[in-house]
């Protein structure tokens, strides 16, 4: 079945730097775009970045963009979000996701806080 397992999450200061893990399993990794999506307290999830299968395109939301990378390894099934000039705004539960044969698939998130 498919699985996706995030991790790295946890507390850093503002201006910090994080870099959150999904690794996948159950499904040809390789062969699926991979995008990280957040969710915030008392707030609707929200798209963060996007990767394209074999990891040549890009795309990331605009509160985000140039402090975010989004990468994969397609031989360790994994994809990778590392966040840079951290803000208390950042704050969330961030999820892993693809979509595969019509379906959506979402890991249970890692929680990244951003506080002094």
């Known amino acids: 079945q498919v699985q996706l397992v995030e991790s790295g999450g946890g507390l850093v200061q503002p201006g910090g730097s994080l870099r959150l893990s999904c690794e996948a399993s159950?499904?040809?990794?390789?062969?699926?775009?991979m995008r990280w999506y957040r969710q915030a307290p008392g707030k609707e999830r929200e798209f963060v970045a996007y990767?394209?299968?074999?990891?040549?395109?890009?795309n990331y939301a605009d509160s985000v963009k140039g402090r975010f990378t989004i990468s994969r390894d397609n031989a360790k099934n994994a994809v990778y979000l590392q966040m840079n000039s951290l803000k208390p705004e950042d704050t969330a539960v961030y999820y892993c996701?693809?979509?595969?044969?019509?379906?959506?698939?979402w890991g249970k998130g890692t929680l990244v806080t951003v506080s002094s």
């Open positions: 996701n693809s979509g595969i044969n019509g379906m959506q698939f």
């Open positions: 159950g499904f040809t990794f390789r062969s699926y775009f």
């Open positions: 990767i394209s299968s074999p990891g040549d395109s890009t």
